[in-house]
Nanobody, 129 residues
């Protein structure tokens, strides 16, 4: 099994941009959705964005129109383009694989509602004002 690994985190000023990447080679088939989640200090982990095997995407309200989830099916990579970053976006960001027997939309609303196939170790994003 190839582990999911995130990278691309860092420190930026408010209004800046970052692109996160995630290796997900074991989960690029029709049986998994992929998602990005984040956990801020002293907060519970929350859903950010998800992409279904057919390419449909979904976003948390807090990041709509600022973040874009995408994937490269050849490289088997998952991405999260983050623009207009705000201090409240500061968090550890994780990628995860969700079996299609579960609902990625439900996972974004409440991470405890679904079972996950795999998680990465996270990459830290810090946004300063």
């Amino acid at each position: 099994q190839v582990p999911m690994v995130e990278y691309g985190g860092g420190s930026v000023q408010s209004g800046g941009s970052l692109r996160l990447s995630c290796t997900a080679s074991d989960y690029f088939d029709s049986t998994y959705s992929l998602g990005w989640f984040r956990q801020a200090p002293r907060h519970e982990r929350e859903g950010v964005a998800g992409i279904a095997p057919d390419g449909r995407t979904t976003y948390a309200d807090s990041v709509k129109d600022r973040f874009t989830i995408s994937r490269d099916t050849v490289k088997k990579m998952l991405y999260l383009q983050m623009t207009n970053l705000k201090p409240e976006d500061t968090a550890m960001y994780y990628c995860a694989a969700v079996p299609t027997s579960e609902d990625i939309l439900q996972a974004l609303k409440d991470i405890h509602r679904v079972n996950y196939a795999d998680w990465g170790q996270g990459t830290m994003v810090t946004v300063s004002s």
